[in-house]
C-alpha cells in the first residue's frame, strides 16, 4: 500500500476552517493510497468553485477546468486513454446546475468515470447563493430571501441517468467514505457519490448538528443490498426502484451508503471496443501517426487502401 | 465544336437524388480525365424544397469557379424549370419532364413567394403566362436555345418493365433521369456513367443495372439535334488517379492522415458530415494490419464537444472537433482555456450564413473577425483559412503540426461552399508535410513543470506519459497551480503572448498569404477562403479584355503576415484596391487596416448565401475600375 502523503501535494489548502471539503479530499488520498494506483495513472478533473481546487492537492494529474464542464474533460481523457482511472470532483453547482447535461449525458453513457459532488447545497465560492440541491422555502445565510426553487435529487437523477454506481456519503465520515470511493473506483462503469459536505460559512442549515441527529446507513438496514447479482432485466427492475424509493427520503432520516450498483451494464469503452476491435490495444493515446522519417504514416497506398471507395482511376484511353 | 469547359445545372426537390446524381456525374467525368466541380444548393429542409446541383466541367484544368448561363438545365420537376429555365445558354438545352408541360406556377406551392414574384417578373418581360410549357417556348424562340421535354412518366413505365419492378421501386431510379440527360448532352459513351454509378455504388450491380437501363431509355429519347450539343473536348489534364469526394470528406481524409485520433462533435449543417465521414474510417487498418485507431464522439453539445477534445489533447493525443457558427458560438469559453493552458487543438470552422440560425444550409464568410477574437482574454492562436479542398488538405496538416508546435489552438476556417462542393481533387501527397509533434513528451515520470518559464514553449509531457501535471483555468504558475502573484502573472502572461512573436518568425510568410499575378498588374483584389477561384477566373478572362490585375490570397489571419501584405498594397494605386468577400462589413479589409494601417476603400460583396460567380464578379470589378462604383453587392443566383 502506498502512503497516503504520496498523494498529496504541497500547495496549501484554502478552504475556511472546517469545510467538509477537507473530509473528502483525506478520503481520496487515502482511497487512493489503499488501492496503491500510481499517481501519474490518475487524472483527477475538478470544476470552478471551492470543491474545484481539490485538483491542486491531490498529488495526481489534475484538471482544474471550466465551471460545469469537467465531465467533459474527464470524457475526452479516458475515452483517450482508457487505461487511466479518471476521477470528477465537482460542486453540486458545477454538476448539478450549469453542468446538468454534461452530468446526465455520462450517466447515459456509463463511461468509467468516478464522480463526486461537493453537496453543500450552496455556491459556495460566489458567497451563498442556492445551489440545485437547495429546497424551496430554505434561506441560508448569505440569501435575502427564501428560495424559490425547489431542488434537485442527486440520487434520483443519477439513477434515472443511468450510472451503473450510485451512493451517497457524509464528508466527516471519512472512512465510510473512503470505502465508498474504492468501491466507486473499482466498478467498471459511471459512478457518483453524493457526498454532503457541511459549509460551515454559508449553511447554516445543513449542518453537522443537522447531519448527526439525521443520518443512518444503508448498511445497518437488514437485506439491503445494492448489487445487482446477475444481467437479470427483472433484479435490475426490482433493485432500482428499492434505490429510488431510499432516494426520497430526506426528513427525520437521510441514507447513506451505495443505493445502486450493476457491474453487468456495457461500459462506453466496451462498447467502443465493440465497433472498434483494436481500440483498447492501440488506444488515440498509443496510436504512432508519423513514420521515422517523420512524414504521416498513412502514405499515399495506405490512402488508397482506406479512402478506395473515392478514388477514381482515369482510364487511359477512351472514345 | 467541342468546348474546353462546361456548365450544368441540375435540380429537382429535395431528397430525390439530384446530389447523388452529382457525385455519380463526378465520379464518372473524372473517370475520363476531366476537372470536374459542382456546388450545391438547398434549403435547410430534408425533403421537398427545391434544390440543384451547378458544375463547371473542364478539358483543360481542375475548375475552381462556377459561372452563368450554363449549356445545360436539366430539372427533375416544374419549379426548376420556372426557377432556372432563363439561365440556359445560347445554344443550351431545357431538359425537363413532359408530364408537367401544363403545370402553372401557381400550382408549385413549395415555392418562396420572393422567387416566385421574381419569376413571374420574368415571364411578364416576355408577355406570357408563367408556366412550364412557356418557359420552354422563351429557351427556344428567345433564348436561341433547345427545350428537350421527356415523358419521364413512359421512361419510368419502360424501365418498370424491364426491370420487373414495382411503380414504387423504379421511382427510385427517376434521377438517373438527369443523369441521362447530361450523358446525351455531353456526348459521352453511357458506360462512362456506368463506372461513376459503381464507385457511388460500391459496386453493388443490381442498382447500377437499374440506373443504366433508365439512362439508356433517356438517351434514346433525347432527339438526335441536341446530343452532343456540349461536347468537351479530349481531356488534357496529366492524371491517372483523382479523388472525388465533398470538401467534408477532403477535410475528414486529412484529419485522418495528419494524425487526428479523437474528433468530437455535436451535429451541425455544414460541419458533422465530416464526423461522420471520420467514423465511418475509425479503424484505420490496411490489408488487415492495424494502423491506428479513432474515436468520435458525438457529444451533447458543443460545449462538450471542445471540451473533450482539450481532455484528449491533454493526453498527447491530436484532437479536433468541427462545427460551425452556432457551435463556435459555444466553444468560445472552451477556446479560452486551451489558449491559457497552450494546449494544442484544432477546431474545424464550417461557416455558414449567420447570425443566429441565418442561413443554416447557404454559405457566407462572415466569422473571420468572431474567429479572431473569440473568447475573453487574451491569448495567442492560428487562424488559417483555406481557399479550396486542395489547400483545405494540406492546411489541415499544416494547422495540426502548428498546434502541437506552439502549443495553441487552431482555427481553420472553410466554409458551406466548400463543405458541400464535390469535387475531383489530384490525389493528395502526404509527404509534402511532416508530421511535427512539437515539445510533446511520451515518456516521463513524476511531478512535473509543464509551464516551465526557460522558454515562451514549454515541454508537453502527456498526461499518461508517466509525469504528473496540473492544469488550471486560472492564471497559473510554471506547475500548473493557481497563482495570483503580480509577477508571475506578468511571466506568464508574457511567456503566452510571447508566442505569437515565434508563430510570425516561424510560420512562412509564403504559407499566410498568396499573391497571384505579376509584377505590373494595374489592380489588386484581396480576397480569402473561397474567393479564391472566381477571383483567378474572373482574372483571366478580364485579362482578355485587356484588364490587367493580381490577387492577394490571404490565408493566416492570426499571426497576420502584415510586412508581406502591405507591402504588396503600397504598390497599388488605393482606388484600384477591392476588397472581395462574402460578407457586409469587408472584414478582412478590417483585418488588413489594423495590421497594416491601409485602408482599402473599394469592396465587391454578396451575402445572399450563394457562391459568387465569375461572370458578375468580373462584370462588378468593371464597375469599379471604371469609377462607376465603390461598392458592389452581387446578388446573382437562386
Ligand atoms: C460560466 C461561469 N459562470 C459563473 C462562474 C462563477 N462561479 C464561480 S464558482 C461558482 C459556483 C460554484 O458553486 P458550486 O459548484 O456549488 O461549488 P462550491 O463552491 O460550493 O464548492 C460560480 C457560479 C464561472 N466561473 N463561470
Ligand atoms: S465557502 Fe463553504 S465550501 Fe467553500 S471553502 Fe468555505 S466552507 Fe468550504
Known amino acids: 500500500m502506498a502512503s497516503e502523503a504520496a498523494y498529496r501535494t504541497n500547495v496549501w489548502v484554502d478552504w475556511c476552517p472546517a469545510c467538509g471539503n477537507f473530509g473528502i479530499l483525506t478520503a481520496m488520498q487515502r482511497a487512493l493510497a489503499e488501492l496503491n494506483i500510481p499517481p501519474d495513472k490518475v487524472v483527477d478533473v475538478s470544476g470552478i468553485g471551492c470543491?474545484?481546487?481539490?485538483?491542486?492537492?491531490?498529488?495526481?494529474?489534475?484538471?482544474?477546468?471550466?465551471?460545469?464542464?469537467?465531465?467533459?474533460?474527464?470524457?475526452?481523457?479516458?475515452?483517450?486513454?482508457?487505461?487511466?482511472?479518471?476521477?470528477?470532483?465537482?460542486?453540486?453547482?458545477?454538476?448539478?446546475?450549469?453542468?446538468?447535461?454534461?452530468?446526465?449525458?455520462?450517466?447515459?453513457?456509463?463511461?468509467?468515470?468516478?464522480?463526486?459532488?461537493?453537496?453543500?447545497?450552496?455556491?459556495?465560492?460566489?458567497?451563498?447563493?442556492?445551489?440545485?440541491?437547495?429546497?424551496?422555502?430554505?434561506?441560508?445565510?448569505?440569501?435575502?430571501?427564501?428560495?424559490?426553487?425547489?431542488?434537485?435529487?442527486?440520487?434520483?437523477?443519477?439513477?434515472?441517468?443511468?450510472?451503473?454506481?450510485?451512493?451517497?456519503?457524509?464528508?466527516?465520515?471519512?472512512?465510510?467514505?473512503?470505502?465508498?470511493?474504492?468501491?466507486?473506483?473499482?466498478?467498471?462503469?459511471?459512478?457518483?457519490?453524493?457526498?454532503?459536505?457541511?459549509?460551515?460559512?454559508?449553511?447554516?442549515?445543513?449542518?453537522?448538528?443537522?447531519?448527526?441527529?439525521?443520518?443512518?446507513?444503508?448498511?445497518?438496514?437488514?437485506?439491503?443490498?445494492?448489487?445487482?447479482?446477475?444481467?437479470?432485466?427483472?433484479?435490475?427492475?426490482?433493485?432500482?426502484?428499492?434505490?429510488?424509493?431510499?432516494?426520497?427520503?430526506?426528513?427525520?432520516?437521510?441514507?447513506?451508503?451505495?443505493?445502486?450498483?450493476?457491474?453487468?451494464?456495457?461500459?462506453?469503452?466496451?462498447?467502443?471496443?465493440?465497433?472498434n476491435p483494436m481500440y483498447m490495444q492501440m488506444s488515440p493515446a498509443k496510436n504512432v501517426i508519423a513514420k521515422d522519417d517523420g512524414t504521416p504514416i498513412v502514405d499515399v497506398p495506405t490512402m488508397r487502401a482506406i479512402f478506395k471507395d473515392y478514388i477514381i482511376n482515369v482510364r487511359k484511353k477512351h472514345n | 465544336m467541342a468546348l474546353k469547359e462546361v456548365h450544368l445545372l441540375l435540380g429537382g426537390p429535395q431528397g430525390a437524388g439530384v446530389e447523388t446524381s452529382a457525385s455519380v456525374l463526378t465520379a464518372s467525368l473524372a473517370g475520363l480525365g476531366y476537372g470536374i466541380m459542382s456546388d450545391r444548393e438547398y434549403y435547410s429542409n430534408i425533403v421537398g424544397r427545391h434544390s440543384y446541383v451547378h458544375f463547371t466541367i473542364s478539358a483543360t484544368s481542375f475548375p475552381r469557379s462556377l459561372t452563368y448561363p450554363v449549356e445545360l438545365v436539366g430539372a427533375m420537376d416544374a419549379e426548376s424549370v420556372l426557377t432556372h429555365f432563363h439561365e440556359v445558354a445560347p445554344g443550351g438545352v431545357l431538359v425537363y419532364d413532359a408530364g408537367v408541360d401544363k403545370t402553372k406556377i401557381s400550382q408549385v406551392i413549395s415555392m418562396e413567394p420572393e422567387v416566385r414574384e421574381r419569376v413571374e417578373a420574368r415571364f411578364k418581360e416576355y408577355g406570357l403566362e408563367p408556366t412550364v410549357g412557356n418557359a420552354a417556348k422563351i429557351v427556344e424562340e428567345k433564348l436561341n436555345a433547345h427545350s428537350v421535354p421527356l415523358d419521364f412518366r413512359k421512361i419510368l413505365d419502360e424501365a418498370r418493365q424491364k426491370l420487373g419492378v414495382s411503380s414504387v421501386e423504379v421511382q427510385r431510379y427517376r434521377n438517373s433521369i438527369l443523369l441521362g440527360a447530361a450523358a446525351a448532352v455531353l456526348g459521352v459513351d453511357p458506360e462512362v456513367i456506368r463506372d461513376g454509378l459503381s464507385v457511388r455504388f460500391k459496386g453493388n450491380q443490381k442498382i447500377v443495372n437499374a440506373n443504366m437501363v433508365v439512362i439508356g431509355l433517356t438517351m434514346e429519347s433525347v432527339p438526335k439535334d441536341v446530343r452532343g450539343l456540349a461536347k468537351l473536348d479530349e481531356p488534357k489534364l496529366d492524371v491517372e488517379e483523382m479523388i472525388s469526394a465533398s470538401g467534408n470528406d477532403v477535410i475528414g481524409m486529412a484529419k485522418i492522415v495528419g494524425g487526428v485520433r479523437y474528433q468530437s462533435y455535436y451535429p451541425i449543417t455544414p460541419a458533422s458530415d465530416e464526423s461522420v465521414f471520420i467514423e465511418a474510417h475509425q479503424a484505420v487498418s490496411v490489408d488487415g494490419k492495424p494502423v491506428g485507431s479513432i474515436v468520435v464522439f458525438q457529444t451533447e453539445d458543443e460545449l462538450a464537444a471542445i471540451n473533450s477534445a482539450i481532455g484528449a489533447a491533454l493526453t498527447g493525443v491530436r484532437a479536433a472537433t468541427a462545427t460551425s457558427g452556432p457551435g463556435f458560438s459555444l466553444m468560445a469559453e472552451g477556446l479560452g482555456w486551451a489558449g491559457h493552458n497552450e494546449v494544442p487543438l484544432l477546431i474545424t470552422f464550417y461557416q455558414r450564413g449567420g447570425p443566429s440560425t441565418g442561413q443554416p444550409t447557404r454559405g457566407e464568410q462572415a466569422d473571420l473577425l468572431f474567429s479572431l477574437f473569440a473568447s475573453h482574454g487574451e491569448f495567442p492562436r492560428i487562424v488559417i483559412a483555406s481557399g479550396d479542398i486542395e489547400e483545405a488538405f494540406y492546411d489541415t496538416l499544416k494547422a495540426l503540426n502548428w498546434a502541437e508546435r506552439f502549443q495553441v489552438p487552431v482555427i481553420h476556417l472553410v466554409d458551406k461552399y466548400m463543405a458541400n462542393v464535390i469535387s475531383a481533387m489530384r490525389m493528395p501527397d502526404p509527404s509534402k508535410v511532416k508530421v511535427d509533434r512539437g515539445k510533446l513528451i511520451l515518456k516521463a515520470s513524476g511531478p512535473m513543470k509543464r509551464f516551465d518559464l526557460s522558454?515562451?514553449?514549454?515541454?508537453?509531457?502527456?498526461?499518461?506519459?508517466?509525469?504528473?501535471?496540473?492544469?488550471?483555468?486560472?492564471?497559473?504558475?510554471?506547475?500548473?497551480?493557481?497563482?495570483?502573484?503580480?509577477?508571475?502573472?506578468?511571466?506568464?502572461?508574457?511567456?503566452?503572448?510571447?508566442?505569437?512573436?515565434?508563430?510570425?518568425?516561424?510560420?512562412?510568410?509564403?504559407?499566410?498569404?498568396?499573391?497571384?499575378?505579376?509584377?505590373?498588374?494595374?489592380?489588386?483584389?484581396?480576397?480569402?477562403?473561397?474567393?479564391?477561384?472566381?477571383?483567378?477566373?474572373?482574372?483571366?478572362?478580364?485579362?482578355?479584355e485587356g484588364y490587367h490585375g493580381a490577387y492577394l490570397h490571404l490565408k493566416v489571419f492570426s499571426p497576420f503576415p502584415s510586412k508581406y501584405v502591405a507591402d504588396i498594397l503600397s504598390k497599388f494605386d488605393p482606388k484600384r484596391v477591392i476588397d472581395v468577400e462574402h460578407n457586409y462589413l469587408g472584414q478582412a479589409a478590417k483585418v488588413i487596416e489594423m495590421n497594416t494601417g491601409f485602408e482599402i476603400s473599394r469592396f465587391i460583396l454578396k451575402y445572399t448565401g450563394r457562391p459568387m460567380y465569375r461572370m458578375e464578379l468580373k462584370e462588378a470589378v468593371k464597375r469599379i475600375l471604371e469609377g462607376k462604383s465603390v461598392r458592389e453587392v452581387l446578388t446573382y443566383g437562386e
Open chain 1, 51 to 275: 470543491s474545484g481546487k481539490t485538483s491542486h492537492f491531490l498529488n495526481v494529474n489534475g484538471v482544474h477546468n471550466l465551471h460545469g464542464r469537467s465531465i467533459p474533460y474527464a470524457e475526452g481523457i479516458k475515452l483517450a486513454n482508457p487505461e487511466l482511472t479518471v476521477l470528477v470532483n465537482g460542486g453540486d453547482g458545477d454538476l448539478l446546475g450549469i453542468g446538468m447535461a454534461h452530468f446526465v449525458a455520462l450517466g447515459r453513457r456509463n463511461l468509467d468515470i468516478k464522480v463526486i459532488i461537493h453537496d453543500n447545497q450552496v455556491y459556495g465560492l460566489t458567497k451563498g447563493q442556492a445551489s440545485p440541491t437547495l429546497r424551496a422555502g430554505q434561506r441560508v445565510k448569505s440569501m435575502p430571501l427564501p428560495n424559490m426553487q425547489d431542488w434537485v435529487n442527486p440520487i434520483s437523477v443519477a439513477l434515472a441517468s443511468g450510472y451503473t454506481f450510485v451512493a451517497r456519503a457524509y464528508a466527516l465520515w471519512i472512512d465510510d467514505l473512503k470505502e465508498i470511493l474504492k468501491a466507486a473506483i473499482k466498478h467498471r462503469g459511471a459512478a457518483v457519490i453524493d457526498v454532503l459536505q457541511p459549509c460551515p460559512t454559508w449553511n447554516n442549515i445543513y449542518t453537522p448538528d443537522f447531519y448527526k441527529q439525521r443520518l443512518y446507513k444503508l448498511d445497518s438496514e437488514k437485506d439491503w443490498d445494492p448489487y445487482v447479482k446477475g444481467p437479470d432485466p427483472k433484479e435490475v427492475a426490482e433493485k432500482l426502484s428499492r434505490a429510488f424509493a431510499k432516494a426520497q427520503e430526506w426528513g427525520d432520516r437521510i441514507p447513506v451508503g451505495i443505493f445502486y450498483a450493476n457491474p453487468y451494464v456495457e461500459s462506453f469503452v466496451d462498447n467502443v471496443s465493440k465497433v
Open chain 2, 455 to 544: 522558454d515562451p514553449i514549454s515541454p508537453r509531457p502527456a498526461i499518461g506519459s508517466g509525469a504528473i501535471t496540473w492544469y488550471t483555468g486560472d492564471e497559473h504558475n510554471e506547475w500548473g497551480h493557481i497563482s495570483e502573484d503580480p509577477i508571475n502573472r506578468v511571466k506568464m502572461y508574457d511567456k503566452r503572448m510571447k508566442k505569437l512573436e515565434i508563430m510570425d518568425q516561424e510560420i512562412p510568410v509564403e504559407e499566410r498569404a498568396v499573391y497571384y499575378g505579376d509584377d505590373n498588374a494595374d489592380f489588386l483584389l484581396v480576397g480569402w477562403g473561397f474567393v479564391k477561384g472566381a477571383a483567378l477566373d474572373a482574372l483571366e478572362e478580364l485579362k482578355q
